[in-house]
């Protein structure tokens, strides 16, 4: 967006006008949020997958019930709304959740109106502000890292039989035996990983987990997964029925709140697996007990930041999943990086056939080289007639 764009976006004497979505789940909500949409959500330390997927819809503004940055740590989200042009309302109260989905509201100023009324009063964000709350939560990030290690080393202690024993494969139809397999999180830049992984994907024909958003991820490139696992709340009913395999990962007692969903979706064979850690750590040990070569992640979570934005408080059972595959795990930038795909054999025997057509044509377009063909064709002539004589 150019400057005078965004300048006038925030210009907080311009009413900017939209239909209202509501949603307190900003994933669920960027499912219906169409361009020029006015989305109001309660999402305290707005993070930046959740951000990027606002600024994809192109929303007229974003009203946020809770504080978009609540100092706790450096997140990023409030930054790309605003580098994109959206204005963003803060803290406007729960109040404003009331407002009912698909009516016309106006945003004036650091008010939220309909029918000119005003319904919420908020804080109109500025960059200035952004990177002041920034700065603030960043200058408190020791406290965090203290916190996040003291987490990790007691999750540790929780989940140590991640290292120790794995988390006992179920009976599984998908085979991963001698194959590669790409374990897909819809996180931080997949669809770019997606993209630059086209060749690899085409040439080495690995298998596809999908972690809940992760099968959408794929579907949308293309791709049919192969297996979906999560708790499935944040995948599409279009993932679910898709035909991949489905792995409910289910707390430890065995409850699994997503199974409901998908057995009301009519699908019937679906795996339920109670085990500690995240979806995405679940997916990864399930490639590498089944017997996968090799495991290409795509948008998956390593750093503080990240784990911050994911509402996590400790980084157990990743620590511990990098420990049990060890270097059997690659990050999908190093084999955008390290993979050069090769020209197929057909696609190069095409290429010279390709070549000779083009100079017989050539050659038949002048006198010399029709000349030349002439020639050619009766040496070829006298070849034909001398393997004949050989073979009398």
């Excluded at 004036?108 to 309909?114: F, I, K, N, Q, T």
């Excluded at 999750?155 to 790409?182: H, K, M, N, Q, S």
């Excluded at 850690?277 to 070569?293: R, V």
Aim: with cysteine; proline share 4%.
């Amino acid at each position: 967006m150019s400057s005078t764009r965004r300048a006038r976006a925030h210009d907080p004497s311009v009413p900017v006008t939209g239909t209202a979505r509501v949603d307190p789940r900003t994933k669920n909500l960027t499912s219906r949020l169409q361009h020029g949409d006015i989305a109001v959500i309660d999402h305290a330390d707005l993070d930046q997958v959740s951000a990027n997927a606002l600024v994809a819809c192109a929303p007229a503004a974003v009203v946020n019930a809770a504080a978009s940055t609540t100092g706790t740590y450096p997140n990023m989200g409030p930054q790309i709304l605003m580098e994109a042009g959206i204005p963003l309302l803060d803290r406007a109260g729960p109040e404003v959740m009331a407002v009912g989905e698909g009516v016309r509201v106006t945003v004036v100023g650091d008010e939220l109106r309909v029918d000119d009324q005003v319904v919420a009063r908020a804080v109109r964000m500025t960059s200035v502000m952004v990177d002041e709350q920034r700065e603030d939560a960043r200058s408190r990030l020791s406290e965090q890292i203290e916190a996040f290690s003291h987490n990790t080393m007691e999750y540790v202690r929780a989940e140590r039989e991640l290292l120790l024993d794995g988390i006992g494969v179920p009976e599984l139809r998908t085979r991963f035996t001698g194959r590669y397999a790409l374990v897909v999180v819809r996180g931080y830049h997949y669809k770019e990983d997606l993209q630059t992984l086209r060749p690899f994907l085409r040439e080495a024909r690995p298998v596809l987990i999908g972690v809940d958003g992760g099968a959408d991820a794929l579907l949308e490139m293309g791709h049919t997964p192969d297996m979906v696992v999560g708790d499935m709340d944040s995948v599409s009913d279009r993932a679910l029925t898709s035909g991949a395999e489905l792995v409910v990962h289910a707390y430890r007692d065995g409850r699994a709140p997503g199974l409901e969903r998908v057995q009301a979706l009519g699908v019937t064979d679906a795996v339920v697996l109670p085990a500690p850690g995240t979806s995405e750590d679940i997916a990864m040990l399930l490639a590498d007990e089944l017997g996968a070569e090799l495991i290409v992640a795509v948008g998956t979570h390593a750093t503080l930041v990240e784990f911050l934005d994911k509402g996590r408080q400790g980084m157990a059972s990743t620590f511990l999943t990098r420990l049990r595959i060890g270097n059997k795990l690659v990050d999908a930038k190093g084999v955008s990086l390290l993979y050069r795909a090769r020209i197929p054999t057909v696609s190069l025997v095409w290429l010279v056939l390709a070549g000779l057509v083009a100079l017989f044509v050539a050659l038949s377009a002048t006198p010399g080289g029709r000349a030349l063909l002439g020639v050619l064709a009766v040496r070829w002539d006298d070849v034909v007639a001398w393997i004949e004589r050989l073979f009398a």
